[in-house]
């Protein structure tokens, strides 16, 4: 225990005893040191544990604002919020004189107004201009199917970002309004502006109308650049009794994550029309709607290519009337149909959806239709 020599028993007994007391004293010591290095630890843990909750907490609610922005969902003003900011910065630039600003303004409240779009971004005339090109040029075609006539609509400043699905069912509508098979159900409608339509969406869900899709967009579109896809623009044919389809090609059925599968049920729904042997084939169907991740478009026709190969014709919201309008030319050039052209190494996104229009609906299967629309489910090719 120690060196110390000792002849006396009871002195050593005590110096014993100290030794002893010095030695439990120490033990204490150390538990008591233990007990606290765990009770810092545990602190520690606590407050690492707090730092990192309140970590994630703060990068989900990033992502849940990211996702609101993206989608149009975090109520920084829609369409017309939109329109009047951009004017406003053309003018504080000079870009546009304070005069011009005034006579738009009212123009675009008149619109909203009504109800009715401005036709500012329309072109008209595509349709026909096409059939002239393909019955007299295009020499490497060997059939060409059209849908009926349609208006191209192209975004504007004021929905730019997000009105892909608005313009779209724009132009959708213009072509049924132009077929006599619509007349009834779409009696005394004429093309809506972007607001019109969110309102009619609106409308549809308190109908009763897919309600998980309305309850995802917090049940309002209206003052919102909310994005819209194939669910709602189905939705909204339906409400009006318009019959129609929607199918979701979900995954490639190609080499190289192409999707042929869908270039054959687009040939299907227009050839079904070809009597004889014509090169050009007006149909009466309607244009088809084509949703991917980001986008969507409007399928207006496909190619037949003399080597067997297809190719999609597609209006693009994205492309400015000043380039549609190239396509309205005489001598329309093959390059100014590249922008409408797609063959099947172009479309590659991980899936598609399109929403395809078949007819009337009666009264009994447009309430079929809203009944089954509570779980809201699509076909799915393949």
Not at 43 to 66: A, G, N, V
Not at 314 to 322: A, L, N, T
Not at 329 to 351: M, P, W, Y
């Amino acid at each position: 225990m120690c060196g110390l020599v000792c002849t006396n028993y009871h002195i050593l007994q005590e110096h014993v005893d100290l030794h002893l007391e010095e030695s439990c004293f120490q033990q204490g010591m150390d538990r008591v040191q233990c007990s606290s290095d765990r009770e810092l630890a545990h602190q520690l843990q606590q407050e690492e544990d707090r730092k990192r909750k309140s970590e994630e907490s703060r990068q989900e609610q990033e992502e849940f604002q990211k996702l609101q922005r993206q989608y149009g969902l975090d109520n920084s003003g829609g369409y017309k919020h939109q329109q009047l900011r951009h004017m406003e910065i053309e003018v504080n630039r000079g870009r546009m004189h304070p005069s011009e600003f005034h006579s738009r303004k009212a123009d675009m409240l008149e619109s909203i107004a009504i109800g009715i779009d401005d036709g500012k971004t329309k072109t008209s005339g595509i349709i026909e201009a096409l059939h002239r090109y393909y019955q007299n040029t295009a020499t490497d075609v060997r059939c060409v199917w059209l849908s009926t006539v349609v208006d191209h609509f192209h975004s504007s400043f004021g929905d730019k970002g997000w009105g892909c699905g608005y313009r779209n069912f724009q132009m959708l509508l213009s072509s049924l309004l132009k077929n006599d098979v619509y007349g009834d159900c779409l009696k005394g409608m004429s093309v809506p502006c972007i607001p019109k339509i969110q309102s009619m969406i609106e409308d549809a869900w308190n109908e009763g109308f897919d309600p998980q899709g309305a309850s995802q967009l917090n049940n309002k579109l209206q003052g919102t650049k909310a994005w819209i896809g194939a669910c709602e623009i189905y939705t909204l044919l339906t409400s009006l009794k318009v019959k129609c389809r929607i199918i979701d090609f979900h995954k490639s059925t190609g080499p190289s994550g192409t999707h042929p599968r869908l270039f054959e049920w687009i040939l299907n729904y227009y050839s079904s029309e070809r009597e004889g042997n014509p090169k050009v084939v007006c149909t009466s169907k309607p244009p088809i709607y084509l949703q991917h991740q980001g986008h969507s478009r409007t399928i207006i026709g496909i190619e037949e290519r003399k080597n067997r190969t297809l190719c999609l014709l597609i209006f693009d919201p994205g492309c400015p009337s000043r380039e549609m309008q190239k396509l309205l030319r005489q001598d329309i050039e093959a390059s100014s149909l590249r922008q409408l052209r797609k063959s099947v190494g172009n479309l590659k996104h991980k899936q598609y959806q399109i929403v395809a229009v078949e007819g009337v609906l009666s009264p009994e299967e447009k309430l079929a239709r809203k009944q089954a629309s509570q779980v809201f489910t699509a076909e799915k090719i393949p």
